[in-house]
């Protein structure tokens, strides 16, 4: 009696193999193709987080400026807005400033921008006018930055790349003009209007820090009025 043995052959087993291993290459592309889609999706996402978290930095603190000049670590008497003035590319002083502990200090924040090494970088002091120990914090808010540009618009829409220092309220320009060029997304264009001010908050160029007696002669002396009476509630 002959048995026959049924089994494959070496060329089916061949072809068995080649379709196997066509499988699994085109399901290794595809799963290198979606991890790589999904690394660059994660970058795009944090790149686009990082511009909006500067660009709100930049607007919630250009929307809180306020006219209050400040004593640098000379000194020297700084304008509460300055443009493209010394190593900052915009420098102002702002409101706002929240204080969850209850630190005794202002609520006002002394806060400029700089541009270095492709990087735009934040900087505020703890305190508005300066000694010479007071150290600038640092924060870098956005990479990537090839360039950024600041222009004051003035109430005829003129725009100018540089302001002059004044004291007087009437003299801030109406608003900033700011331009961020940045690597993945290009340039960027943002307009602010700045806060309308009635007067300035009280610091003239004249004044020091350390003499109450020079403050005392340029601030003006108001009457002491009566009080009203008022009248008694009676429960």
């Known amino acids: 009696m002959h048995h026959r043995y049924h089994g494959f052959t070496l060329v089916e087993v061949l072809i068995a193999m ?47 400026f306020v006219p209050r000049g400040i004593r640098d670590e ?43 090494d492709e990087t735009l970088t934040r900087h505020f002091w703890l305190v508005l006018d300066r000694a010479e120990d007071s150290q600038a914090i640092t924060q870098e808010i956005l990479k990537g930055v090839i360039d950024f540009q600041v222009s004051i618009i003035d109430i ?31 340039e960027l264009l943002s307009v602010y209007d700045l806060p309308e001010i009635t007067q300035p908050l009280e610091q003239v160029p004249g004044e020091t820090r350390d003499s109450e007696d020079a403050r005392e002669t340029t601030e003006p002396v108001v009457p002491e009025q009566p009080l009203a009476k008022q009248p008694m509630v009676i429960e």
Request: aromatic content about 10%.
């Open 18 to 64: 080649s379709i196997f291993a066509i499988i699994g290459l085109a399901a290794n592309q595809l799963l290198r193709t979606s991890s790589f889609i999904h690394d660059q999706v994660e970058i795009r996402s944090n790149d686009y987080l990082a511009l909006v978290k500067a660009l709100t930095v930049l607007e919630r603190d250009i929307s809180q």
């Open 156 to 186: 005829d829409g003129d725009r100018q790349e540089f302001f002059e220092p004044q004291t007087d309220a009437n003299s801030l320009p109406a608003g900033i003009e700011l331009r961020i060029n940045t690597e993945q997304y290009g």
């Open 74 to 116: 000379y000194g020297d008497y700084q304008s509460a807005l300055a443009i493209n003035n010394g190593a900052f590319v915009l420098e102002l002083t702002r409101t706002g400033w929240r204080n969850p502990v209850g630190f005794a200090r202002s609520s006002l924040q002394r806060v400029a921008y700089s541009l270095a």
